[in-house]
């Protein structure tokens, strides 16, 4: 069966995209931790970080790079903060998420977010990639 990513992926799920190539993409998590929170997705269905092949890992550092400094304009923060965890969804995606402090990584008891509010914050990241 699918994940719930690459149903998304292929529209079967609505996703609020910001990057897509021929190997990953970028879409809006529905539970942020702060506003900007974003997940960058390999196309293919790989269920460890530790599985994807070199050049796959080092594609999504790069465009992980890229959209990291994105959220620091869209989103004026200390730092840009990146995990993989894996445990919630079996297909590797890293969570990059505006911070100030550490209490501002957690995944849970996260409320979601609006429609509406994540596609004004996509437009934000996508207005300065």
Known sequence: MASVFTRIIHGELPGEFVWSD?????IMTLNPMKPGHLLVIPREEIDHW??????????????SQKLAKALKRAFPCERVGMMIVGLEVPHVHLHLVPIDAMQDIRLEGLPQARPEQLAEHADRIRGVL
């Not at 021929?22 to 970028?26: K, L, P």
């Not at 530790?50 to 465009?63: G, I, R």
């Open 22 to 26: 021929a190997q990953c993409v970028a």
């Open 50 to 63: 530790d599985d994807m092949p070199v050049e796959l890992s080092a594609h999504l550092m790069t465009v």
